[in-house]
T-cell receptor
Framework: AQSVTQLGSHVSVSEGALVLLRCNYS??????LFWYVQYPNQGLQLLLK??????LVKGINGFEAEFKKSETSFHLTKPSAHMSDAAEYFC???????????FGTGTQLKVEL | SAVISQKPSRDICQRGTSLTIQCQVD?????MFWYRQQPGQSLTLIAT?????????ESGFVIDKFPISRPNLTFSTLTVSNLSPEDSSIYLC?????????????FGPGTRLTVT
């Protein structure tokens, strides 16, 4: 069975600082990995995904993530936080042969002046 | 990408009643999914709905409580029956869609249900 662990349910950064949101996964087969963002009172928006190929993937709004198989990680980063980045972020895993997504518990990102 | 709308966006219902949530997609899609997001928690898959077949429910979810319809390739409904306060959640519809590459899941804006 696959699972996702997001370390830190709440992360607070200063505006302009590095954003690092951690995600580790467990999967017995090569995974597809996703990061979604949920703004208050909205649905989920796909930020970026890893399926195959280049392990560093770039997404929308300046976010990127690196798939590290040896560490079973897919951490999300952004060099410089903006106030508009305040939201909840979910990491999700899907095994290649299936279509079900398994979500982590989410990380609430707070950006302070 | 696929654009998904849900109705209603929110509702307040009395216990013992039912709420039917509609999900409309702007493209034909084979697979649609229904998720529940309880307050302060992550998303849990309720069921997968393919057009022309019975929905497949995840462990802990049953058809009597969460009947689903999928009459065509752009529409689905989820009914939450015999409501109790524990059903207060956000319910999200999602679809699996490909624009040429691997399939991705796109989500609707959600329906916020409060049961009193």
């Amino acid at each position: 069975a696959q699972s996702v662990t997001q370390l830190g349910s709440h992360v607070s950064v200063s505006e302009g600082a590095l954003v690092l949101l951690r995600c580790n996964y467990s999967s017995s087969v090569p995974p597809y990995l996703f990061w979604y963002v949920q703004y208050p009172n909205q649905g989920l928006q796909l930020l970026l995904k890893y399926t195959t190929g280049a392990t560093l993937v770039k997404g929308i709004n300046g976010f990127e993530a690196e798939f590290k198989k040896s560490e079973t990680s897919f951490h999300l980063t952004k060099p410089s936080a903006h106030m508009s980045d305040a939201a909840e972020y979910f990491c999700a895993v899907r095994t290649g042969g299936g279509n079900k997504l398994t979500f982590g518990t989410g990380t609430q990102l707070k950006v302070e002046l | 990408s696929a654009v998904i709308s849900q109705k209603p966006s929110r509702d307040i219902c009395q216990r013992g009643t039912s709420l039917t949530i509609q999900c409309q997609v702007d493209s034909q899609v084979t697979m649609m999914f229904w998720y529940r997001q309880q307050p302060g928690q992550s998303l849990t898959l309720i069921a997968t709905a393919n057009q022309g077949s019975e929905a497949t429910y995840e462990s802990g979810f049953v058809i009597d409580k969460f009947p689903i319809s999928r009459p065509n390739l752009t529409f689905s409904t989820l009914t939450v029956s015999n409501l109790s306060p524990e059903d207060s959640s956000i319910y999200l519809c999602s679809v699996e869609y490909s624009s040429g590459g691997p399939f991705e899941q796109y989500f609707g804006p959600g329906t916020r249900l409060t049961v009193t």
